[in-house]
């Protein structure tokens, strides 16, 4: 009985707990071949997601249409050497992108529009996993809808903002081993379905102040996600107390961090080569709790408010973006992120940890048709974590993480 009252604390904690421990920006290939290191420059409409600032150097229309296939990797071990290692799923989430801009006015106004998910992916663990009572598994969907203005005041100057409406939707499994009528246990499981919306907004300025050095600085708007959803018990059939645990709806509010990022460039000169390091400082302090409320639970022993504690981080991004010839351009980059997650609120649910980052990737331009193609790979390792009792974790824990990135994005000039 114990271990399902677990339910309360995390039953609606997926979107948040996915959201701020695994952000997923690459969302655009040519940005994810320069490791997100895009602030200063990025000659593409995806820059509505980045700095929309950017959007006022791209002439007259653009557009761009992609996927991503991420690949998540996590393996949890035992630091006591008791229960048994594990593997969650490998299998691929497969994420559109969409961004179109035009720009009028003499090349100085500029309106666009867009759709990416940055944040979410699934972390499914097998049957028989021994933390199946803190999550079993998590299928996060939180996509933004961009609509975006810029304004070039300036030759090399412009200024730009966006708003952001964000429909999330998330579906979260626990498995329990639970004391049946007759004595004996057998198991159960706890699963929401929930959705919800968002809305934030963001702006950003970008310039060249000097020929060949670029500058760029963004900030992004913490979400408020109100979700609300039904709770599912699938319980033995020798269970039959009712009370606490039984379908109803529930709810609860979250927050996505604020996230301010600048970026410095630099165009090598009589060289086609462009160098890039960007800063990205993310206000994950936000969430430093979470209130869950269920819409029928009359013994109060489901709806509560969990600590979470998580603290604001930095990331660290450097790139190069080479044009071979006028049609081919190579892109390299790399970085180094820190988890927010504290040693004594790290579960199953996502297994962060600090992580080195290293990214290529291609583009083609077809500049007689106006047609572009983008290809872009980037691993991510996480480093290995181990949490104990130690540290006020219920659930010992050695994590290993990797994952894989894989996106195509194909693009439009007019």
């Known amino acids: 009985m114990k271990k399902l009252l677990i339910v309360a604390s995390v039953l609606f904690s997926v979107s948040q707990v996915r959201a701020a421990g695994f952000y997923v920006g690459e969302q655009s290939a040519v940005a994810n071949g320069m490791a997100l290191a895009v602030t200063a420059k990025l000659l593409d409409p995806g820059t509505i997601s980045f700095n929309p600032a950017g959007m006022a150097f791209l002439p007259r229309f653009h557009v761009s249409a992609g996927v991503l296939a991420a690949i998540p990797v996590f393996k949890f071990s035992d630091p006591n050497g008791v229960d048994p290692s594990m593997t969650a799923s490998k299998n691929p989430v497969w994420v559109p992108h969409l961004y179109a801009t035009y720009t009028f006015l003499k090349n100085r106004l500029s309106l666009g529009v867009g759709f990416n998910v940055p944040y979410g992916l699934v972390v499914a663990w097998p049957k028989g996993f021994s933390g199946a009572a803190y999550s079993r598994k998590v299928d996060l969907r939180i996509m933004h809808l961009y609509f975006g203005i810029a304004w070039r005041f300036a030759k090399h100057w412009s200024i730009g903002a966006i708003f952001k409406a964000a429909p999330s939707s998330a579906v979260f499994r626990q498995d329990f081993q639970v004391g049946t009528d007759k004595g004996t246990m057998a198991p159960m499981s706890a699963q929401l379905s929930g959705s919800g919306w968002g809305f934030g907004g963001g702006i950003g300025i970008m310039g060249e102040p000097f020929k060949g050095f670029h500058i760029g600085v963004s900030y992004t708007s913490r979400l408020k996600l109100k979700l609300k959803g039904d709770a599912h018990f699938d319980l033995p059939a020798d269970f039959h107390d009712f009370s606490i645990f039984h379908d109803q709806g529930g709810g609860a509010t979250l927050w996505t961090p604020d996230v301010i990022a600048v970026g410095l460039g630099y165009d090598i000169p009589k060289a086609p080569v462009y160098i890039e390091f960007d800063y990205n400082y993310t206000l994950w302090s936000v969430y430093d709790e979470l209130p869950v409320t269920f819409d ?53 649910m996502l297994p962060d940890a600090d992580r080195f980052f290293g990214a290529f990737g291609l583009g083609y331009n077809i500049k007689k048709i106006g047609l572009r193609f983008d290809l872009a790979y980037t691993f991510v390792r996480f480093l290995t974590r181990t949490v104990t009792a130690k540290d006020g974790n219920p659930f010992p824990a050695t994590y290993k993480g990797m994952a894989h990135l894989v996106g195509l994005t194909v693009g439009y000039a007019y």
């Not at 022993?301 to 930095?314: A, E, P, R, Y």
């Not at 081919?328 to 040693?343: A, E, K, M």
């Open 296 to 348: 029928n639970d009359p013994s109060g022993q489901l709806s509560k408010t969990s600590k979470k504690d998580w603290h604001n981080t930095s990331t660290f991004r450097l790139a190069v973006s080479w044009n071979v010839i006028p049609a081919l351009t190579l892109r390299l980059g790399g970085g180094y992120d820190v988890s927010p997650v504290p040693d004594k609120t790290l579960d199953p």
